[in-house]
């Protein structure tokens, strides 16, 4: 059983609080998930850039390998036909999926 100390209680009333601070410390007391549900927000806003940052990365790179199998001598490429056949298909794919997600949320709507 929690025991109240009524010395400290009236030395409280006799201060002059902020009634801003007060309130901000009893809605922090009140919301205690407020905080963590910001930083989780945050991480996965971060987690979101980075990984757009990946796919963009990783889309220029493929799109970079296959026009250079395109363009190069026979004797340059360092890839196989089946392997750049399986590259353009993940390049199609990637610009099929992204056509979709752009315009999917349109038609839906």
């Not at 205690?32 to 927000?41: A, M, V, Y």
């Not at 360092?78 to 390049?91: P, S």
Request: proline share 2%; hydrophobic share 50%.
């Amino acid at each position: 059983m929690a025991v109240i100390d009524f010395r400290k209680l009236d030395k409280l009333k006799d201060e002059k609080v902020d009634i801003k601070k007060v309130s901000t410390i009893a809605s922090e007391i009140l919301t205690p998930d407020k905080k963590r549900d910001e930083s989780e927000k945050q991480h996965f806003h971060w987690l979101k850039i980075c990984l757009i940052w990946f796919m963009g990365i990783s889309f220029t790179a493929i799109a970079f390998v296959v026009v250079y199998h395109l363009i190069t001598p026979e004797s340059w490429r360092w890839l196989k036909v089946a392997e750049i056949a399986n590259l353009e298909k993940m390049f199609v794919t990637g610009i099929g999926a992204a056509l979709i997600g752009k315009f999917g949320n349109k038609l839906v709507d």
